[in-house]
């Protein structure tokens, strides 16, 4: 399975400031995945970044809230844009390994106050 | 809309002995059911997975078994130990054809193995 590598590993905010979190992968995947993890709670996906294409965003994301880039085959950014309280969550990408598995990164966790 | 139902919410099992961990889902177009496994502080790990023309798989000591008629699958953990201690979520791909691929997860069971 991939190795998959986030930065920050957490970060505390301020109201209505971006963050943009990096997800790097030791080999090349075509899909990447961002997942958000409220606290104490299940996973929910975000969007589904291939490499070369615009993201594809889940009911109830926007990218204007969570613009996302897939500049390779082995990095991704998703960017927290004018955040709020309610964005404290832990943020997790994902690869799709070669049939349907996904393997997660260690997640980035964010406050914000 | 919960597409994928999980429950119990909370397991205490002692330790050697079988938890059991339920999923169920409505939507017919999921082809992959994955369990994963998660410790406080660290991502997701996948423990073991399925699809829907097999009704049992065994890795170690985690069974998956599933019932396509029944729309339900679940997770056996046997000889159970402390370390099996953790949060488990099961999950659902569906099969798409746009290419979208994201994992529908249930809510979690925390698991405690006590020794």
């Known amino acids: 399975s991939a190795v998959i590598s986030q930065k920050p590993s957490r970060d505390i905010c301020q109201r209505g400031t971006s963050l943009t979190i990096q997800c790097q992968v030791d080999?090349?995947?075509?899909?990447m995945f961002w997942y958000r993890q409220q606290p104490g709670q299940s996973l929910t996906l975000i969007a589904t970044?291939?490499?070369?294409?615009?993201?594809?965003?889940e009911s109830g994301f926007v990218i204007d809230k969570f613009p996302i880039s897939r500049p390779n085959l082995t990095f991704s950014t998703l960017t927290v844009s004018n955040m709020s309280p309610e964005d404290s969550s832990i943020y997790l990408c994902?690869?799709?390994?070669?049939?349907?598995?996904?393997?997660f990164g260690p997640g980035t966790r964010l406050t914000v106050t | 809309q919960q597409q994928v139902k999980q429950s119990p919410q909370s397991l205490i099992v002692q330790k050697g002995g079988i938890p059991i961990i339920n999923c169920a889902y409505e939507?017919?177009?999921?082809?992959?059911f994955p369990w994963y496994q998660q410790f406080p502080g660290k991502g997701p790990a996948l423990l073991i997975a399925i699809r829907p023309d097999v009704s049992e798989k065994k890795e170690g000591r985690f069974t998956i078994s599933f019932n396509k008629s029944a729309k339900q699958f679940s997770l056996h953990i046997m000889d159970s130990q402390p370390g099996d201690s953790a949060t488990y979520f099961c999950a659902a791909r569906e099969r798409s054809g746009g290419g979208a691929d994201g994992l529908t997860f249930g809510k979690g069971t925390h698991l405690i193995i006590q020794p």
């Open positions: 994902s690869t799709r390994g070669a049939l349907y598995e996904q393997y």
């Open positions: 080999s090349q995947v075509t899909m």
């Open positions: 970044a291939n490499q070369g294409s615009e993201a594809t965003y």
């Open positions: 939507n017919t177009a999921f082809d992959y």
